[in-house]
């Protein structure tokens, strides 16, 4: 992953040129090659923030190692330390390491002062090699990183929105904001990064925007929009709308309905999806368009769960707008893929990752590493042959060298 020295990687060209060089023995690919380019290739773009006299440790070096010790379970920069003492050898084989193992002191310094938007920018050139095709619900919600939160300083702890493929279970992007206010402003600009044509943008009350929703369909995109009360008239109309709608059993309404129902656990629980076409009921709604309209808005839709648990019942109910069809069924699927972002992404992160207990602050730093997480995370989403919990995988890729290296190379 060096720079400079007999594996200098940008000397090796591309993976086909890698598994060229072992066609004579396909079971055996040059690994380390593989590994290299797959981090290389995407990072090596990063400007080293040191002073050359300081530079004891390669900058790839740095990063290389620190993506390995998070997959393998590390959660510091004195675990990173560690886990590279320990499997020292291991990782000669895959980086130059000229003088060792650097200190926990000197990983985090290199963090602190690295340029978060430009390791964001890898990383998403990063993840776009990983899927070919992200046709599909695109959910996009926030995170505190608890505790990267300054008290003493006065500094709040740094909020990220992400872009969670729903089908993938990747993150294809994140952006900082300074706390959850700003969502409205950050989202835009992750919307400019990812590639949203022909996908489901679904965002919640926070994003529901006039110039977010154009922007989406000016990207090929469609939208579901999620509305709260604290939205104010185009909330109540909805809900207005859906309550005479429901009350005429929806004669007189072009609508689609859809429903599932699930028993697990003591649990039952039925959800009903409707989506009405906006033209039936244009007078009704006229205070969508206003001055200025919801660009390509087609439907809105309701969603309403009741739950059973022993002998206590519930029931839910939540409105959206969207630019897709009058299709209930997909419209089902998207909304609820959108809450894969918080259990396959945020939930991760809090307890297999314990970000919100991690104590790295310091500058750039908590934001770098929370982009090294989800490196991790979705490297190790992305190894398929083990069916293990995202616990699991770290335990064994931290024990095993072989299975670590088939979550680099996947």
Same mark, same amino acid.
């Given at each position: 992953?060096?720079?400079?020295?007999?594996?200098?990687? #940008?000397?090796?060209?591309?993976?086909?040129?890698?598994?060229?060089?072992?066609?004579?023995?396909?079971?055996? @690919?040059?690994?380390?090659? @593989?590994?290299?380019? !797959?981090?290389?290739?995407?990072?090596?773009?990063?400007?080293?923030?040191?002073?050359?006299?300081? /530079?004891?440790?390669?900058?790839?070096?740095?990063?290389?190692?620190? &993506?390995?010790?998070? *997959?393998?379970?590390?959660?510091?920069?004195?675990?990173?330390?560690?886990?590279?003492?320990? /499997?020292?050898?291991?990782?000669?084989?895959?980086?130059?390491?000229?003088?060792?193992?650097? !200190?926990?002191?000197?990983?985090?310094?290199?963090?602190?002062?690295?340029?978060?938007?430009?390791?964001?920018?890898?990383?998403?050139?990063?993840?776009?090699?990983?899927?070919?095709?992200?046709?599909?619900?695109?959910? *996009?919600?926030?995170?505190?990183?608890?505790?990267?939160?300054?008290? @003493?300083?006065?500094?709040?702890? *740094?909020?990220?929105?992400?872009?969670? %493929?729903?089908?993938?279970?990747?993150?294809?992007?994140?952006?900082?904001?300074?706390?959850?206010?700003?969502?409205?402003?950050? $989202?835009?600009?992750?919307?400019?990064?990812?590639? =949203?044509?022909?996908? =489901?943008?679904?965002?919640?009350?926070?994003?529901?925007?006039?110039?977010?929703?154009?922007?989406?369909?000016?990207?090929?995109?469609?939208?579901?929009?999620?509305?709260?009360?604290?939205?104010?008239?185009?909330?109540?109309?909805?809900?207005?709308?859906?309550?005479?709608?429901?009350?005429?059993?929806?004669?007189?309404? #072009?609508? %689609?309905?859809?429903?599932?129902?699930?028993?697990?656990?003591?649990?039952?629980?039925?959800?009903?999806?409707?989506? +009405?076409?906006?033209?039936? +009921?244009?007078?009704?709604?006229? $205070?969508?368009?206003?001055?200025?309209?919801?660009?390509?808005?087609? &439907?809105?839709?309701?969603?309403? !769960?009741?739950?059973?648990?022993?002998?206590?019942?519930?029931?839910?109910?939540?409105?959206? =707008?969207?630019?897709?069809?009058?299709?209930?069924?997909?419209?089902?699927?998207?909304?609820?893929?959108?809450?894969?972002?918080?259990?396959?992404?945020?939930?991760?992160?809090?307890? =297999?990752?314990?970000?919100?207990?991690?104590?790295?602050?310091? #500058?750039?730093?908590?934001?770098?590493?929370?982009? *090294?997480?989800?490196?991790?995370?979705?490297?190790? #989403?992305?190894?398929?042959?083990? /069916?293990?919990?995202?616990?699991?995988?770290?335990?064994?890729?931290?024990?095993?060298?072989?299975?670590?290296?088939?979550?680099?190379?996947?």
């Amino acid at each position: 992953m060096a720079q400079t020295g007999k594996r200098n990687f #940008k000397q090796t060209g591309d993976v086909e040129r890698v598994k060229e060089k072992s066609k004579g023995n396909p079971e055996k @690919i040059v690994e380390q090659e @593989i590994v290299l380019l !797959s981090i290389s290739k995407h990072f090596s773009g990063l400007e080293d923030p040191r002073v050359e006299r300081t /530079k004891r440790h390669l900058l790839m070096d740095i990063i290389g190692l620190t &993506v390995c010790a998070v *997959i393998g379970g590390c959660n510091s920069w004195v675990e990173v330390e560690l886990f590279g003492k320990s /499997k020292y050898k291991f990782l000669k084989k895959y980086l130059n390491l000229p003088n060792g193992i650097p !200190s926990h002191d000197t990983i985090g310094r290199v963090f602190a002062a690295l340029d978060p938007q430009t390791f964001e920018r890898c990383f998403i050139s990063w993840t776009r090699t990983l899927v070919d095709d992200i046709k599909n619900v695109i959910a *996009i919600d926030g995170k505190s990183v608890c505790g990267s939160r300054q008290g @003493i300083l006065g500094k709040k702890a *740094i909020h990220m929105v992400s872009a969670f %493929s729903c089908a993938h279970r990747l993150v294809l992007g994140q952006i900082k904001t300074d706390e959850k206010s700003n969502e409205i402003t950050a $989202i835009p600009e992750l919307l400019n990064v990812i590639n =949203i044509k022909g996908s =489901i943008i679904t965002i919640d009350a926070m994003g529901c925007q006039k110039a977010i929703a154009k922007q989406i369909v000016s990207g090929g995109g469609d939208y579901i929009f999620g509305l709260k009360g604290n939205q104010g008239n185009l909330h109540k109309e909805v809900q207005k709308i859906f309550d005479e709608a429901q009350t005429k059993e929806f004669r007189g309404y #072009k609508y %689609s309905f859809y429903e599932t129902s699930e028993k697990a656990h003591g649990r039952e629980e039925v959800r009903r999806y409707w989506t +009405i076409e906006k033209r039936p +009921i244009a007078a009704d709604i006229a $205070i969508f368009f206003g001055k200025e309209p919801w660009e390509g808005l087609q &439907v809105i839709g309701m969603v309403e !769960s009741e739950r059973k648990v022993g002998d206590k019942k519930s029931k839910e109910r939540r409105y959206y =707008i969207s630019s897709m069809e009058n299709n209930a069924e997909e419209f089902a699927r998207a909304v609820r893929g959108h809450w894969r972002i918080e259990n396959s992404l945020h939930w991760v992160l809090d307890v =297999i990752f314990r970000e919100d207990h991690s104590q790295v602050r310091v #500058k750039n730093a908590a934001e770098n590493f929370s982009i *090294i997480r989800r490196i991790a995370l979705n490297m190790i #989403k992305n190894e398929k042959t083990f /069916k293990g919990s995202i616990n699991s995988r770290r335990l064994k890729a931290g024990w095993d060298n072989d299975y670590l290296v088939k979550i680099l190379c996947s």
